[in-house]
């Protein structure tokens, strides 16, 4: 009769203990990676999205509708987006489900917002009559005021001829001057950035050679003798660059938009064009392609809301290689003094904690603290003392990549030591009295056997910091980070590594895409698409690592590991 409650018990005493709290464990480790999958793909499905090209519709409304787009009864755009529509009334809502209206309503790209003052409008679904694809509808990408949709009329051209869109050589002859204004528009930023640049600077360092001379002074005299020949380069380099750029507005680009209105391009405003209901598959990939690499390859444009993202690249990587050099000596050298030579005792327990709770410390304490120690007290030293000339103008004194990386070094450095900590710790305690009995040094032992078998811990350590560094935006706003940077901080122009200079950052460039832009619903396709880059970026500048740990890991194994 008791025999099933006996079998229960059996089978209860067999369980292992704690069966439940894994099971438990495991739902739990599910749930995080299912939820991680899913932000993941939300970022890439919507980051992929901004450079794939989408068909243009054309929708016209009823006569005696009250829908209408500007003066017109047609709108013309791609579809962004589709949701219901949000009717706050009840008794409204009710009325039209009754009516049998439609609760659709789609968000549609129209451009041209030098015309509208918008680039997107949303449109009643149950309003429209008819929805078509028109095939000469173009899309201009252009330099200002974001792209253009628009059917294509006229080519005014240097001659003062008129070539028709309807001439069959118009694509042809449209799609060469586009390429002569992208190569003039390089030639003019390489004459401005580069021979200009390095002139201009050159000329303001003599100027402040020549402040406190007397102007009837030899030395005055002297240095003005240098300065006149390049001011001669100056503007002659100048007056190119400006022919360059009346060349761009020689020839005139005539388009009509939906409104009826005609528009009148310049040529050098035109960054390019495609006809989005003429693409075939192939020819979407394709452009999709271009569009990546563009935004991978260009400066921004248009309140960063257009055109590409290198300079924050390029200042992300160079602001995290520059944290990684800074906190990997601090921390390690830091971790050997605590383990190796520290008594243990109440202050050494103490600094751990210390260092500990530093790692909980908002960001944006570090980057007061950074604001107020490296850019005004180190920063305002280092301009005393060698920059006197250029002051009241700072040098060092305001916000820099190196103080940048200074500052998310010193928010960092708490993650190094603690994983240096481990792996000097885990070294076998036979390798180091090995080596102390066949005679070496305490510090020779921790230089050959410690040391080259804790790397990989090390650069765990490193793994985390630049993981959270390259990441990092509230501090960087106080020391050095800026909206758009006019020059990068490497460049060709001695000594090529401007550790003073601001810098463009991915993180910032997020946070400024999203809250601060003009025109959010713009903006918010390339916040997307940045934050997908700074994804991968971070997840590559970690790959390379984490294979550097493995190599070093397997070089040094030992029994131990």
């Known amino acids: ?329 601090f921390g390690v050298i830091a971790a050997i003094y605590l383990r190796e030579y520290a008594s243990q005792g109440f202050f050494v327990r103490a600094v751990r904690i210390a260092v500990n709770n530093l790692a909980g410390v908002p960001s944006i304490v570090f980057g007061v603290f950074g604001l107020g120690f490296f850019v005004y007290f180190v920063g305002g030293t280092i301009d005393s003392i060698f920059f006197a000339k250029s002051l009241p103008t700072p040098t060092f004194g305001t916000g820099g990549i190196l103080w940048a990386a200074l500052t998310l070094a010193l928010m960092t450095v708490p993650v190094v030591i603690v994983a240096t900590e481990e792996a000097l710790a885990a070294v076998p305690r036979g390798a180091r009295e090995g080596s102390l009995a066949c005679g070496a040094s305490k510090w020779q032992t921790i230089q050959w056997i410690v040391l080259p078998s804790s790397i990989p811990g090390i650069l765990t350590g490193l793994i985390l910091a630049m993981a959270r560094g390259a990441g990092e935006v509230a501090p960087l706003m106080l020391v050095g980070v800026v909206k758009l940077a006019p020059t990068l901080p490497l460049d060709g122009v001695w000594p090529f590594m401007h550790l003073e200079r601001k810098f463009m950052h991915l993180g910032f460039h997020i946070y400024d895409l999203g809250f601060q832009s003009p025109d959010s619903e713009a903006a918010k396709p390339m916040v997307f698409a940045t934050t997908l880059l700074l994804i991968v970026l971070v997840v590559m500048l970690n790959l390379g690592a984490i294979i550097l740990r493995e190599r070093l890991r397997r070089r040094y194994r030992t029994g131990a590991f």
């Open 1 to 329: 009769m008791h025999a099933p409650a006996d079998n229960l018990k059996a089978r209860s005493a067999l369980r292992a203990p704690g069966e439940a709290l894994v099971w438990l464990c495991g739902m739990g480790l599910s749930l995080g990676l299912l939820m991680v999958v899913g932000l993941l793909a939300v970022i890439v499905m919507n980051g992929a999205s901004v450079f794939w090209p989408r068909q243009v519709v054309q929708m016209r409304f009823a006569e005696d509708s009250p829908a209408k787009f500007m003066e017109s009864k047609t709108i013309v755009g791609e579809v962004a987006k589709k949701q219901e529509k949000i009717i706050s009334d009840v008794k409204l809502r009710e009325e039209a489900a009754a009516r049998g209206e439609s609760s659709e309503e789609w968000q549609l790209y129209v451009g041209n917002k030098d015309v509208y003052g918008l680039n997107f409008a949303y449109v009643d679904r149950g309003a429209v009559v008819e929805t078509t694809a028109p095939r000469d509808i173009m899309r201009i990408e252009r330099m200002e005021y974001g792209d253009a949709l628009g059917v294509p009329r006229a080519l005014l051209l240097q001659d003062g001829t008129q070539m028709s869109a309807t001439d069959p050589s118009f694509y042809g002859k449209f799609s060469a001057l586009v390429k002569d204004a992208k190569r003039l528009r390089r030639e003019i930023m390489r004459l401005e950035r580069k021979e200009i640049g390095a002139i201009n600077a050159e000329i303001q360092g003599l100027q402040l050679d020549q402040r406190g001379l007397a102007e009837d002074s030899g030395e005055y005299q002297a240095i003005q003798q240098k300065v006149a020949p390049l001011q001669e380069r100056y503007e002659v380099l100048a007056t190119k660059a400006g022919e360059l750029r009346a060349q761009q507005d020689d020839v005139k680009f005539v388009y009509q938009v939906v409104t009826g209105q005609e528009q009148t391009l310049d040529i050098g405003q035109v960054v390019g064009f495609y006809y989005p209901n003429q693409l075939s598959v192939m020819d979407r990939a394709g452009l999709f392609i271009h569009k990546a690499w563009s935004f991978l390859a260009e400066d921004p444009r248009e309140a960063n809301t257009e055109g590409g993202v290198f300079p924050a690249i390029f200042g992300t990587v160079i602001m995290t290689l520059l944290m990684s050099i800074a906190v990997v000596p």
